[in-house]
């Protein structure tokens, strides 16, 4: 999974439009849309020392994985019930999401296709994770496994003279 703190700035973009944080494996952002306020207004760890990320009504936000994954839910952690309703009462895409007291819980209809929300009124988070698999639905393969045919050194200097400085060989590796 993927856990990103909106109590701290983790964030990979702040701007007045755009708030968005992402990793190997997922990416989400807030963009302000027709939201009367802007995205940078209040976001964990800014100046302000906030201590939670706020989205604000009729801002869109999307949440994707990345090529080779799929997510197969995220969960919001908001810092009361009712903003948390608020996501949950949101415009949802390739999705729907249920509320359990302060807890969100999105749920992808396709998993490999972004996710998208029209947030439905003010809402404040303190954590997002997101879960995911490799696109076949188990984990994460394994990288290819090959096989070493032979190893040379080329260029090598075998005789030095004091003084002279050290010339590293170089190593060909044939799989």
């Known amino acids: 999974n993927v856990t990103w703190n909106l109590s701290k700035n983790e964030t990979s973009e702040v701007t007045e439009n755009k708030i968005a944080w992402t990793s190997d494996f997922a990416e989400m952002y807030c963009e302000k849309g027709d939201a009367s306020t802007a995205t940078n207004n209040y976001y964990g760890g800014n100046s302000d020392k906030r201590t939670s990320t706020r ?6 936000l999307t949440i994707a994985s990345k090529t080779g994954y ?4 995220v969960v919001f952690t908001a810092t009361s019930d009712s903003y948390a ?3 949950s009462g949101s415009t949802w895409t390739n999705a729907s999401a249920e509320v359990n007291s302060s ?3 999105v749920t992808p209809t396709n998993g490999t296709q972004p996710m998208t929300a029209t947030i439905g009124g003010t809402c404040g988070f303190t954590s997002v994770v997101v879960y995911y698999a490799d696109n076949d639905g188990g984990e994460t393969p394994e990288p290819e496994q090959k096989t070493l045919v032979s190893i040379a050194v080329e260029s090598a200097k ?3 003279t004091v003084g002279d400085s ?8 044939t799989y």
Do not use: D
């Open 70 to 73: 799929k997510i197969t839910s």
């Open 166 to 173: 050290f010339v590293k060989p170089t190593v060909k590796a």
């Open 158 to 160: 075998t005789e030095y």
């Open 85 to 87: 309703t608020a996501l």
């Open 55 to 60: 989205f604000y009504k009729n801002s869109v």
């Open 103 to 105: 807890t969100v819980t």
